[in-house]
Antibody
């Protein structure tokens, strides 16, 4: 059974850097075809894809946020970390991580973690 | 960049009725389209991928169709737990893989 769980601060100040960790089980991020992605959802709004890291350490980023995002993995710890720099109140959202399987879609999602950006 | 448009924004129906949700892409996406369900306070759940393939454990009342730029999610007979928001999503292979979500359709109880 695949599970993912997001963790990180619930409150950050404007201009700070956000660091979120996705801890997963039930799969290995060294298996060919596997990836872990990050998606966010501002309150009452739609989903927005942020980043994706593959088993081979290849990385993809949303073009609109690429300059602010970094995604890394620690295969031995079953973790994926997302950092987002220069946080702004508009970045207030629930942040989800998700498993990208062989069908190349986000087939299992974490419960999400809510981040508020406020001074 | 491909843009996904969903219609209607809100669909008000009664349990047992048929729901038909539309997703239109700004250009052809072949069959690279998925549908997700999001119930209030919950994470999204994958329903359909590759336009018409049901994900594991998804009831047969959910079906997807379409190709190119026009896609449909049909719920044949609404159950109480189906009242939720539905998102379509495209996965692009080129330029480097990325994901685009539509704005969502809310199915609420009439």
């Amino acid at each position: 059974q695949i599970t993912l769980k997001e963790s990180g601060p619930t409150l950050v100040k404007p201009t700070q850097t956000l660091t979120l960790t996705c801890t997963f089980s039930g799969f290995s991020l060294s298996t060919s075809g596997v990836g872990v992605g990050w998606i966010r959802q501002p309150p009452g709004k739609a989903l927005e894809w942020l980043a994706l890291i593959y088993w081979d350490d290849d990385k993809r980023y949303s073009p609109s946020l690429k300059s602010r995002l970094t995604i890394t993995k620690d295969t031995s710890k079953n973790q994926v970390v997302l950092t987002m720099t220069n946080m702004d109140p508009v970045d207030t959202a629930t942040y989800y991580c998700a498993h990208r399987g062989s069908a190349a879609v986000m087939d299992v999602w974490g419960q999400g973690t809510t981040v508020t950006v406020s001074s | 960049e491909i843009v996904l448009t969903q219609s209607p924004a809100t669909l008000s129906l009664s349990p047992g009725e048929r729901a038909t949700l539309s997703c239109r892409a700004s250009q052809s996406v072949s069959s690279s389209l998925a549908w997700y369900q999001q119930r209030p306070g919950q994470a999204p759940r994958l329903l359909i991928y590759d336009a018409s393939t049901r994900a594991t454990g998804i009831p047969a009342r959910f079906s997807g169709s379409g190709s190119g730029a026009d896609f449909t999610l049909t719920i044949s007979s609404l159950e109480p737990e189906d009242f939720a928001v539905y998102y379509c999503q495209h996965r692009s292979n080129w330029p480097p893989e990325g994901f685009t979500f539509g704005p969502g359709t809310k199915v609420d109880i009439k």
